[in-house]
């Protein structure tokens, strides 16, 4: 129940504040840092982040959601309004690119260390949630660092809903907030990570060919631009590589006949599920850039409904046969785990996303 005590212990629980005051755009989202708090012998970094496409895509969702509802209100009261609209279910590519979801972007996810001054913090934690109006200690934290000076520049406007607070729990104890200075510089250490990115190409493959097929595609969010060389396809019989692996796990570690035979029956009737014997994957050797993994997919397969949750999936290694590519770059090898003919010629199928690595990066806020 809210009443004014709870007010009070909500304000009691923040025993020091720091006002850091420092603003950046990272990753296309506003963040502001508002300054340091201590409840007891812990400090926490508190973020302010605005997410402006976040924001229009949850307005677009909106609006679609009370067009149905409004449909189906229409329907149920004699109007004939839902007959019309195609019965929308998931499908791979959906479920794949999280399509029917809608998140926000948070820059600090791989957040590792924070330097303020000339201290360094590792960071123990991090916790974001989008803010409410009826959520009190966070806005009143919020007053607390506007009434100390805090300028919520190029936010201010905002609706509070529309709003992520980050906090960042650092590592010790602490009687009391370090003094850091006047104005001291702050950056973030972030990663290694990775994110994966929409691509949504199509691309016909030919088995069998060896020329080097060039292709450009771009990044679905940003436009970003990239490059990947198709070295060469092939079909892979998973059966006879299935049995290679067994082999080679035995040749390693010797195991009791009948513990092998029922590994082995377990392996047979999970890719019995996936691969019939007699069919192959595809396998696809490429040169792209060198932080990026491409992943491939049949149109039929994206636009199909899923069938399983893929528990049933039998694992199984690629590896190119040689180092580098006909251009010189990194080979590197795709499965797409479909079964196809030994006869198949060509596949129809798309680039649907790649995969980044990012390495450790430096955010500074002056």
Not at 38 to 61: I, K
Not at 167 to 188: H, K, R, V
Not at 238 to 247: G, H, S, T, Y
Not at 336 to 356: C, G, N, S
Request: some cysteine; charged content about 25%; overall charge negative.
């Amino acid at each position: 129940m809210m009443n004014i005590r709870y007010l009070k212990e909500l304000l009691d629980e923040t025993e020091e504040m720091m006002v850091i005051g420092k603003t950046a755009e990272m990753d296309g989202v506003i963040c502001h840092v508002m300054g340091i708090v201590r409840e007891g012998t812990t400090m926490r970094l508190l973020v302010l982040q605005y997410d402006e496409d976040f924001c229009r895509r949850l307005q677009e969702a909106e609006a679609a959601a009370d067009q149905q509802d409004f449909l189906q209100y229409m329907d149920e009261n004699g109007e004939d309004c839902l007959s019309c609209l195609p019965e929308v279910s998931e499908t791979n590519r959906m479920r794949l690119l999280c399509s029917n979801s809608i998140e926000a972007a948070n820059p600090f996810q791989g957040v590792r260390k924070i330097s303020l001054g000339e201290s360094e913090f590792e960071v123990n934690s991090w916790s974001s949630h989008q803010l409410s109006s009826h959520e009190w200690k966070s806005i009143l934290l919020i007053y607390e660092f506007l009434h100390r000076g805090w300028q919520p520049d190029g936010i201010d406007l905002q609706s509070i809903e529309s709003l992520f607070l980050v906090s960042m729990e650092l590592d010790g104890e602490y009687s009391a907030i370090p003094l850091f200075g006047e104005n001291p510089t702050l950056q973030f250490i972030i990663g290694p990570e990775n994110k994966s990115f929409p691509v949504e190409q199509p691309i016909t493959l030919i088995v069998g060919n060896h020329s080097l097929n060039k292709i450009k595609f771009q990044n679905g969010v940003t436009g970003q631009e990239h490059w990947a060389h198709i070295n060469r396809v092939y079909l892979m019989d998973v059966w006879a590589e299935m049995e290679k692996d067994l082999a080679k796990q035995e040749s390693h570690v010797p195991l009791n006949p009948k513990r092998l035979t029922s590994m082995k029956a377990a392996l047979e009737k999970s890719l019995l599920k996936t691969c019939p014997k007699g069919m192959c994957y595809p396998v696809i050797e490429y040169e792209c850039e060198e932080y990026l993994t491409l992943q491939f997919f049949t149109k039929a397969y994206l636009d199909a409904v899923p069938e399983d949750d893929g528990s049933n999936s039998v694992n199984i290694s690629i590896h190119p046969d040689l180092p580098a590519g006909k251009s010189g770059s990194k080979l590197k090898a795709a499965m797409i785990e479909e079964p196809f003919p030994k006869d198949t010629v060509r596949i129809d199928a798309e680039l649907l996303l790649y995969i980044q690595d990012f390495t450790s990066r430096d955010v500074v806020m002056k």
